[in-house]
């Protein structure tokens, strides 16, 4: 079964607005991490959020986790039309585990 | 710097005969290595993991099976493929322990 679910399934927005995903998960997670996957490519690593952090920052990414609410949001500032693609949200649990568990994914247009 | 190289990039095979996508990494050891199907729109689903050669673990039972030859190397094979094999296979490579994932391009399977 799938941890993390990311909303909205999809999001369409004007070149220079802000994008905004959420993810949110079930059980008790060590660290929380964001991937992007172009049309037809490998996912690439954002951004890792650990469980004792609440907000990160990567260039025009901001990331913050509540770990009360069990979930996280990637806000995409000033977004361009490079930015269109799918973002997941992957969770990893504690137990010794490290095999993430991904979610659907939100597939983001930005329209230039 | 480390890279991964997956291929063949896209395949087209018929019901039933035999499969194998390859995976190699390079500028690291001792890496977890990881097989992912992506069914269309959906998010990743893992199929294998090995943390050391010849050390396979599987999520999924299924008519596929892996290989982990060389610390470096890692094959998804099938002796008879399904229609329902049909998807997306990604690769990926991690540092031991709580890292990101790095990824292959991926391989586009068709069956007919």
């Known amino acids: ?112 | 710097s480390q890279t991964i190289h997956q291929w063949p990039a896209t395949l087209v095979q018929p019901v039933g005969s035999p499969l194998s996508l390859e995976c190699t990494v390079e500028g690291t050891s001792n890496p977890n290595l990881y097989w992912y199907r992506q069914a269309a729109g959906r998010g990743l689903q893992l199929l294998f993991y090995s943390v050391g050669i010849g050390q396979i673990s599987s999520e999924v039972p299924q008519n596929l099976s892996a290989s982990r030859p060389q610390d470096r190397q890692f094959i998804l094979s099938s002796k008879k493929l399904l229609l329902s094999d049909s998807g997306f296979y990604l690769c990926a490579w991690s540092v031991p322990g709580d890292q990101p994932q790095h990824f292959g391009d991926g391989t586009r399977l068709s069956i007919l």
């Open chain 1, 1 to 112: 079964s799938q941890q993390g679910e990311e909303d909205p399934q999809a999001l369409s927005i004007q070149e220079g607005e802000n994008a905004t995903m959420n993810c949110s998960y079930k059980t008790s997670i060590n660290n929380l991490q964001w991937y992007r996957q172009n049309s037809g490519r490998g996912l690439v690593h954002l951004i890792l959020i650990r469980s004792n952090e609440r907000e990160k920052h990567s260039g025009r990414l901001r990331v913050t986790l509540d770990t009360s609410k069990k979930s996280s949001s990637l806000l995409i500032t000033a977004s361009r039309a490079a930015d269109t693609a799918s973002y997941f949200c992957a969770t990893r649990s504690g137990g010794g585990s490290y095999i993430p568990t991904f979610g659907r994914g939100t597939s983001l247009i930005v329209h230039p």
